[in-house]
């Protein structure tokens, strides 16, 4: 979802094809060096991985990076060709799953044939001491909040500043659990939420008093009234707030919640747009001012800045000795954030503006070599 929305907004906002490209292909060199040597030395015992599985997926990622370059080779990229990233992806999706089906009957087939034993079957794991210590020694006390009994300076310090971003995302986001405190929290989060949309996807000229964009012209029985845009959908969320209070109990989820959990997509996503945007805009205003190009900052600031998910989870993966989970993430997030999200971010340009035009720089094809290089070994 990162690389899908800065994609979209370096593309369609900030008409930077440069910096999109070099983040994708600075991504993809980032997840298959670096993260993967984070999982073979983290990962406690040898590093299993299942042979065909792997040599699918290396080959697949070593195969989109050329796509990519091929795409951008004649300097335009059509809305056929935008189009096609995500025929290739449905290709892969199809190498994924047809394989496993085909397999998966055949062993049903034998497993009709064979007696079981009661104990055959997969089974989780128990919960090792160090977790169970974690949870002993936390508890939740607010939405997206720990509160240790063993606090330190740092711990003090980092919960101060997520404070203020926990309780706006909590006024916006409604969460999946349901409990007094939850229950106030998102009564208010239609009305907090349809106006962080209008800053998201607005700005703050969406505030402005404009009776050509902004405003809405409703006619009543006996007046005609401007109302702003913004208002408007105030007035609408205040009104969805009181419903969710005066239809709910603190005692168990209300039968609408999955509305809520709806809700909670789509804030989501404008959450993402809004920082999506900062984010651009922080590169290009240092791109501008410290004289660097777009291509040197979405190779190495923006693909940093947009891995960092993958290197968490990827090394929390191997610590538990899921190494064969973690090698596969390596490889499939550069394969669905190369495909997916620039197809969502080209295909909606070319279909509004036309043809875009493309040329890859050399620190970009730079990096689609060593990417290259790197699958190969």
């Known amino acids: 979802m990162p690389d899908a929305m800065t994609a979209c907004s370096s593309v369609n906002k900030a008409n930077d094809l440069p910096l999109t490209m070099g983040e994708f292909l600075g991504a993809a060199n980032f997840i298959c060096i670096f993260v993967l040597a ?11 991985v299942d042979g065909l599985p792997f040599l699918r997926d290396s080959i697949v990622c070593l195969l989109v990076v050329v796509f990519m370059v091929a795409v951008t080779w004649d300097n335009k990229i059509t809305l056929s060709e935008s189009m096609s990233f995500f025929a290739v992806y449905a290709c892969y999706i199809a190498l994924v799953l047809l394989p496993g089906r085909l397999c998966f009957q055949v062993e049903m087939v034998r497993a009709d044939e064979e007696p079981t034993s009661p ?15 974690d949870l002993e020694d936390s508890k939740l006390v607010g939405p997206g909040l720990l509160a240790y009994n063993r606090p330190s300076t740092l711990r ?8 203020p971003f926990t309780l706006a995302r909590s006024l916006c986001i409604p969460s999946a659990t349901w409990s007094r405190k939850e229950r106030l929290l998102s009564a208010a989060c239609p009305a907090c939420g349809v106006i962080f ?3 998201s996807y ?3 000229e969406a505030f402005e008093a404009s009776d050509e964009v902004h405003w809405a012209k409703l006619e009543t029985p006996s007046e005609v009234l401007n109302v702003p845009g913004w208002a408007l959908a105030l007035v609408v969320g205040l009104l ?10 603190a005692r168990e989820p209300p039968a609408w919640h999955l509305l809520l959990l709806l809700w909670a997509v789509v804030t989501a996503v404008s959450w993402f747009n809004l920082l999506a945007n900062e984010c651009v805009a922080v590169l290009e205003a240092f791109g501008l001012n410290l004289g660097i190009s777009s291509s040197v900052l979405g190779i190495t600031v923006l693909a940093w800045g947009n891995s960092v998910g993958d290197l968490v989870a990827d090394r929390a993966l191997a610590k538990q000795n899921r190494s064969k989970m973690a090698v596969a993430g390596v490889y499939g997030s550069p394969i669905l954030s ?5 197809g969502v971010a080209l295909t909606s340009h070319v279909s509004q503006h036309g043809a875009l035009e493309s040329q890859l720089s050399k620190q970009q094809l730079a990096g689609a070599d060593v990417s290259v290089f790197a699958k190969h070994l």
Request: negative net charge; contains cysteine.
């Open 240 to 249: 969805a707030s009181t419903a969710v209070l005066c239809l709910s109990s």
């Open 119 to 133: 104990s055959d079957g997969n089974f989780l794991p128990l919960a090792s001491e160090s977790e169970a210590e």
């Open 338 to 342: 190369d495909l997916l999200g620039l």
């Open 38 to 48: 984070v999982v073979l030395l983290v990962n406690p015992g040898p590093t299993e």
């Open 197 to 199: 949309m209008f800053l």
């Open 202 to 204: 607005g700005g703050w």
């Open 156 to 163: 003090l310090v980092l919960a101060t500043l997520e404070l």
